[in-house]
């Protein structure tokens, strides 16, 4: 039955490239995000005036 789950979905037949039904909830970009939320509040505290009012 699993077969036919990857072979009807529409990443099968557009990419070749098809999501297990188990992986469905994740993003390929999912263990970069923690990293890019870090990354934003780094440059917002940097450009922030009322943290730099004390420097």
């Given at each position: 039955?699993?077969?036919r789950e990857i072979a009807d979905q529409t990443?099968?037949?557009i990419a070749g490239i098809p999501?297990?039904?188990d992986h469905q909830?994740?993003?390929?970009?999912?263990?970069i995000?923690?990293?890019v939320a870090q990354i934003m509040?780094?440059?917002q505290h940097?450009?922030?005036p009322?943290?730099?009012?004390g420097k």
């Open positions: 039955m699993q077969d990443a099968f037949e999501t297990p039904p909830d994740a993003a390929a970009t999912d263990p995000s923690g990293a509040d780094n440059i940097a450009f922030d009322k943290e730099t009012e």
